[in-house]
Structures are given as structure tokens and as C-alpha cells.
């Protein structure tokens, strides 16, 4: 895919922008780990259906609830990681597949689609004592706190400060030539509005929440720069900055030390 993009794409712009915005919505199902489908057998499996699609949903424990939103192409059960120091706090910690991700219908989505998930898990299970995002998912916190969605507090695990950062990794991983990429973004806006990069940017959206937050970025992260966690610190008015190194993008969510991080954070906000 690559290959066919970087060599063909500049030939016809027009046709591999339209497969470009057609695989921006498409998602990639992985198998999940030992310890991931350990939490799925334990946890209280429901599901709840959004615009006639079903989403998975996932619960552990019991008290104040916790709400874990994946990244991109990720799972409810990456919270895996997080639920035994939770539980042991004494925490509810409900997760969800989002559309066209884990045990959840479809093969695409959006980020607007994902935010109406959050949004009626919000109306079902909150307020939430607290909010745990990862990637992308914290662009969708941010945008779904812009359309009522009500947390006490926040952690932000490798967020994107805007669509750009989420776009420069998309066009850097297929290597969409920039001809294809000017296509695609047309096609994009023309379809969402003008205005979509202002409604779910980041940075602009966490700029007015009230609210505590803990946001935590790898220093070796090659999905999103750290810088953009640091941008996303700086414009939350009420924000922790925490820079981790040799993590990564995906071990930082099994690191023991971000782990109890985050535990200590949510416990003591």
C-alpha cells in the first residue's frame, strides 16, 4: 500500500485521495493479549447500540465509576493494564469497543460516532469520578466534553493536540504523497465542514474545562510528539505534565509506573 500510494498516487491524485478517505475511516482489528482476554472473562459484558450499531461495553468492579476511552484501532480492554490498582482503590472502571472496533459492529467510524458513545455512557453511568484516554481518545474527550460530557477529573495518555497530528501520522505511515493528502482533507472538510479542525482540536477544547488533569507523553513516541502532550498541558488551565521515556506509544499503557501514576492521580483528585 505503500509503494502504490508513494509511486502511483502523484499520477492520480483525485483516485488514491478517495481510497485515502475511504482508509482514514477504516479501522484495524489486533488480537488482544493473555492478560487482555483474562479481563474480558471477567468483566460484565454488556452492550448498548448507537445509530442501530452495537457497542460493546465493559465493566469491572465496583464504586465510583472510571471511564477508559482507546485510541484508534485500539480496544476497551487495553485498560487491562489499570484495573487491578482501580479495583483495589475502589473504583468502577467501565470500558467500551468503540464502533468498527474490538466486539463492536462495523468496519468504519469517526471520531464524532465515537463521541456519541461516550456521550450515552456519560447518561448511563456518570457523572464519572474520572476520565482515562488514550491517543486519539483524548481528542475525543476533549470534543465530547464540548457537547455535555461530564467528568471530575482527567488522564490524557499520548493525546493529539489537533487533526493535524493524527493526519501528519496517517499520511507518514502509508506515505501518501501530499498531492493525494490535499485531495483527501478537501474531501474531509467538504463532507464534515469547514469548521471541523476547530471543533475537535484538542487544545482549543480543553482550554475552558474546570476540571484537574494529568496528562502523560512518551518522549520516544512515534504516532504523536510528545511536544503535543505538552501543548495539550499548557492549554488546560488546571494540568500535571508527566515525560516518560524508552515507552513509547503503546508499552506506556502497561508500564507499571504509569499505572500507579495514574492510580495515585485519579485518587487523589
Not at 505503500?2 to 478517495?18: A, C, D, E, H, V
Not at 471520531?111 to 458513545?117: P, R, S, Y
Not at 495539550?232 to 504509569?258: C, E, K, M, Y
Request: aromatic fraction near 10%; hydrophobic fraction near 40%; proline fraction near 5%.
Amino acid at each position: 500500500m505503500q509503494f502504490t500510494f508513494s509511486k502511483l498516487g502523484p499520477i492520480l491524485p483525485r483516485y488514491f485521495g478517495n481510497r485515502a478517505y475511504k482508509l482514514w475511516f477504516t479501522t484495524h482489528r489486533f488480537q488482544r493479549p493473555a492478560i487482555e482476554d483474562t479481563a474480558a472473562s471477567n468483566a460484565d459484558r454488556s452492550s448498548i447500540n448507537i445509530d442501530g450499531a452495537d457497542v460493546a461495553v465493559w465493566c469491572w468492579g465496583e464504586g465510583q465509576p472510571v471511564l477508559f476511552i482507546h485510541g484508534w484501532s485500539g480496544r476497551g480492554t487495553q485498560v487491562a493494564y489499570f484495573l487491578e490498582h482501580l479495583i483495589a482503590s475502589g473504583y468502577r472502571v467501565i470500558s467500551f469497543d468503540g464502533p468498527a472496533h474490538g466486539e463492536s459492529d462495523g468496519n468504519q467510524t469517526s471520531m464524532l460516532e465515537i463521541a456519541d458513545v461516550v456521550l450515552a455512557l456519560g447518561a448511563k453511568y456518570g457523572p464519572f469520578h474520572s476520565t482515562i484516554t488514550h491517543s486519539f481518545g483524548g481528542m475525543v474527550l476533549g470534543y465530547a466534553s464540548t457537547l455535555g460530557f461530564n467528568t471530575y477529573s482527567a488522564v490524557c495518555i499520548c493525546p493529539p493536540a489537533t487533526i493535524h497530528s493524527i493526519l501528519d501520522n496517517f499520511q507518514r505511515s502509508l506515505q501518501i504523497p501530499d498531492s493525494v493528502l490535499a485531495v483527501m482533507t478537501k474531501k474531509l472538510y467538504a463532507s464534515y465542514g469547514s469548521d471541523l479542525e476547530k471543533r475537535v482540536s484538542t487544545v482549543k477544547n480543553v482550554r475552558t474545562l474546570s476540571i484537574p488533569a494529568l496528562i502523560i507523553h512518551d518522549e520516544n513516541d512515534r504516532d504523536i510528539p510528545w511536544k503535543d502532550g505538552k501543548a495539550v498541558a499548557d492549554a488546560w488551565p488546571d494540568s500535571q505534565f508527566l515525560l516518560t521515556r524508552g515507552l513509547g506509544h503503546r508499552r506506556i499503557l502497561r508500564n507499571p509506573d504509569t499505572v500507579i501514576a495514574v492510580t495515585e492521580f485519579i485518587k487523589n483528585s
